[in-house]
């Protein structure tokens, strides 16, 4: 079977072009990783080249020795994934040690995976290892209201977690273990690798915030980890609105609200948010 025939290709490409349309990616912004299950990899085993050379991801993930992913490129667009795939994405395999990764199919011309892809394989490491092998996809965007929110709060998960459990009844149902948030550094790099995967690893966050950037969210399919990323975002937007009119909100949900949500809804919620205001 051709690649960009594959299911999981369209539904991949589906999700990118439903975030370009909400304005997450500006130019080249945001990238995408998706960890393909062993069917996948036989069916298109005939497309795939094993001859090209081994690279250094900059990070060791052995637990994903081995392992295939579809990732997008470094400096693409993803206006472009749609009418350009071949291009603009690739699939990749990590060798034996965890530590290279060779690239099979696409990302032609010369390129390369996103620079984020040490952060990516980390946090897809530890995800797998916390959900049985579960979560597969790790999805990058700069999506703008959480970007304004890192400018006004404290850079402290609990009070993320608090304040947009507060502004939308869902969210305490959707993201129980809260969300995470790592301060401003430099992206691309191994340290913000470590760190995003620390917040997930220690905490169990499947969304962790990166200040004045944008936010990472793991899932089990396309439609859990876009879903994810677009209660969060919506909550921060609503968040803006209602601050941008009201100093102090009149009224909200209430500290024993959350708890009855949890109870109701049958979800464990982080206990470092549920504190009194």
């Keep these: 079977m051709k690649v960009t025939d594959t299911k999981f290709v369209q539904d991949?490409?589906?999700?990118?072009?439903?975030?370009?349309?909400?304005?997450?990616?500006?130019?080249?912004?945001?990238?995408?990783?998706?960890?393909?299950?062993?069917d996948e990899v036989r069916s298109?085993?005939?497309?795939?080249?094993?001859?090209?050379?081994?690279?250094?991801?900059?990070?060791s993930v052995p637990y994903l020795a081995n392992q295939y992913f579809l990732i997008s490129g470094?400096?693409?667009?993803?206006?472009?994934?749609?009418?350009?795939?071949?291009?603009?994405?690739?699939?990749?395999?990590?060798?034996?040690?965890?530590?290279k990764y060779q690239i099979l199919w696409g990302l032609e011309a010369g390129g390369?995976?996103?620079?984020?892809?040490?952060?990516?394989?980390?946090?897809m490491e530890v995800k797998a290892?916390?959900?049985?092998?579960?979560?597969?996809?790790?999805?990058?965007?700069?999506?703008?209201?959480?970007?304004?929110?890192?400018?006004?709060?404290?850079?402290?998960?609990?009070?993320?977690?608090?304040?947009?459990?507060?502004?939308?009844t869902e969210c305490p149902v959707i993201f129980p273990e809260g969300v995470g948030v790592v301060e401003w550094m430099v992206p691309g790099g191994k340290q913000i690798a470590i760190k995003t995967s620390q917040e997930m690893k220690e905490h169990g966050y499947n969304a962790v915030i990166?200040?004045?950037?944008?936010?990472?969210?793991?899932?089990?399919d396309f439609d859990q980890t876009f879903g994810l990323m677009h209660t969060i975002e919506k909550a921060?937007?609503?968040?803006?609105?209602?601050?941008?009119?009201?100093?102090?909100?009149?009224?909200?949900?209430?500290?024993?609200?959350?708890?009855?949500?949890?109870?109701?809804f049958g979800v464990k919620l982080n206990d470092s948010a549920l504190y009194e205001k």
């Design 210 to 220: 990166w200040a004045h950037h944008g936010m990472f969210c793991s899932g089990t």
């Design 236 to 264: 921060a937007e609503i968040w803006l609105k209602v601050h941008s009119v009201v100093k102090v909100p009149r009224q909200s949900i209430p500290l024993q609200g959350l708890k009855d949500v949890g109870q109701a």
């Design 44 to 59: 298109i085993k005939e497309e795939l080249n094993v001859s090209n050379e081994w690279l250094a991801i900059g990070t």
């Design 12 to 38: 991949y490409i589906a999700m990118a072009m439903h975030g370009d349309a909400l304005g997450w990616h500006e130019r080249n912004g945001g990238n995408f990783t998706y960890w393909l299950q062993d």
């Design 129 to 168: 290892k916390q959900t049985k092998d579960a979560n597969r996809v790790i999805y990058h965007c700069h999506c703008p209201n959480i970007i304004a929110l890192t400018f006004i709060l404290p850079l402290e998960s609990e009070v993320f977690t608090r304040e947009l459990w507060e502004i939308m």
């Design 74 to 99: 470094t400096g693409q667009f993803f206006h472009n994934m749609q009418k350009d795939p071949t291009h603009t994405i690739g699939i990749i395999q990590i060798d034996e040690t965890g530590e």
């Design 112 to 123: 390369k995976p996103t620079s984020e892809l040490p952060t990516h394989l980390m946090n």
